[in-house]
């Protein structure tokens, strides 16, 4: 990802976000801190077998999105992560329920449930 001073002091609402769509904008953090807290948080809150895969899916779009150019895709990415964050650290992820609106748009391969213990 390509900041620019800009972008670095960039915030939903100062690039046009639609103010109905989100409660308050956060402060971003830039990709390096929030890549750090996210590897971060999967070592304390997670258990192995999660973190090891959480860590390998977030250095994975880590890297996928180090070329983005479009200030819009660049602040979507890090809200949506600096969110995940938070809930990961807040262990918001544990009691969350998805909604039938987004295991509708789920693949075949996203529904396959692991079996429960």
């Known amino acids: 990802m390509k900041f620019t001073t800009r972008l670095l002091f960039a915030t939903p609402t100062s690039i046009g976000w639609n103010k109905g769509l989100q409660p308050a904008p956060l402060n971003l953090l830039p990709p390096m801190p929030l890549y750090r807290r996210l590897l971060r948080a999967h070592r304390h809150k997670l258990p192995k077998e999660q973190r090891l895969m959480g860590d390998e899916y977030v250095k994975a779009e880590f890297r996928r999105h180090r070329?983005?150019?479009?200030?819009?895709?660049?602040?979507?990415?890090?809200?949506?992560?600096?969110?995940?964050?938070?809930?990961?650290?807040?262990?918001a992820w544990r009691d969350a329920v998805l909604e039938r609106d987004m295991i509708d748009k789920m693949s075949g391969m996203q529904r396959i449930r692991k079996p429960a213990r």
């Open 67 to 91: 070329d983005v150019d479009n200030p819009l895709h660049i602040i979507g990415f890090l809200t949506e992560w600096q969110l995940y964050a938070q809930a990961i650290e807040d262990n």
